[in-house]
């Protein structure tokens, strides 16, 4: 037990440290003006067209840190700042939210397997800790019926999509990434020093995915061994 929390202290302030890490890398790679003088939205839009890519548009969102891409609607989202501003940070930003655009035009396998499970983690987020919870104190409360114990393993197999979710992002992140700072490069649109700190801003978001894919995984084990190590 307290292994446990010593481990998801540890992953927590991981978190913390990578998170604050990527926030002061884009206020610095916000101050790098591009030489090319393309805003986000025009690099958006560039790198859509240069991959034969018509039918997706490039909006405006409120917020930090809020760029997306919704596979849905077919809209690359970049928050005011990168959409507007003529940065190094936008430039990243921008071409990987486009990476992801272009993962969908090419049915890329792990994007796909992300979107089929978007519906359930979205039921799965909100309701699996309470069935764990719930299945152990009403285990604990009626006894051996295994009434509990069921309930709990339906919101242990839920946490265990989410999990899995988690992980399947890591390539999906990772490959727009790869497609945005080969894009970036080949299409000569950054220089040397400005292609580099394309690189290291994406590098650090990834890290994020990396670590909240950690911390499901320490859950999920937790609450397993739990779950099963109470019907030995």
């Known amino acids: 037990m307290i292994g446990f929390y010593i481990l998801i202290g540890i992953i927590s302030l991981i978190s913390w440290l990578i998170s604050k890490q990527l ?54 989202n970049l928050s005011d700042v990168v959409y507007n501003e003529r940065n190094t940070a936008s430039a990243a930003v921008a071409a990987h939210e486009c990476g992801h655009a272009v993962q969908h035009a090419k049915a890329y396998k792990w994007l796909t397997m992300r979107s089929q499970l978007v519906p359930a983690v979205n039921i799965s987020s909100k309701f699996s800790q309470w069935l764990v919870i719930g299945g152990l104190i009403l285990g604990a409360a009626s006894g051996d019926t295994g009434i509990g114990f069921m309930i709990a393993v339906i919101g242990l197999i839920m946490m265990a999509v989410a999990t899995l979710f988690s992980f399947i992002t890591l390539p999906v ?60």
């Not at 958006?44 to 018509?54: F, R, S, T, V």
């Not at 490959?175 to 994406?202: F, H, I, V, Y």
């Open 173 to 232: 992140e990772y490959d727009a990434s790869n497609r945005a700072l080969t894009w970036l490069k080949n299409n000569n649109m950054l220089t040397s020093t400005e292609q580099n700190g394309a690189k290291d801003a994406l590098k650090w978001a990834a890290r994020t995915y990396l670590v909240a894919a950690l911390g499901s995984l320490a859950m999920l084990l937790y609450w397993g061994l739990k779950i099963l190590g109470n019907r030995n």
């Open 23 to 76: 926030k002061n890398k884009f206020a610095y790679y916000s101050k790098i003006q591009l030489q090319n003088g393309l805003s986000g939205k025009e690099i958006a839009e560039k790198m859509l067209h240069d991959n034969g890519i018509y039918d997706v548009k490039v909006i405006s969102v409120a917020g930090k840190l809020t760029d997306h891409y919704n596979p849905v609607n077919k809209t690359v």
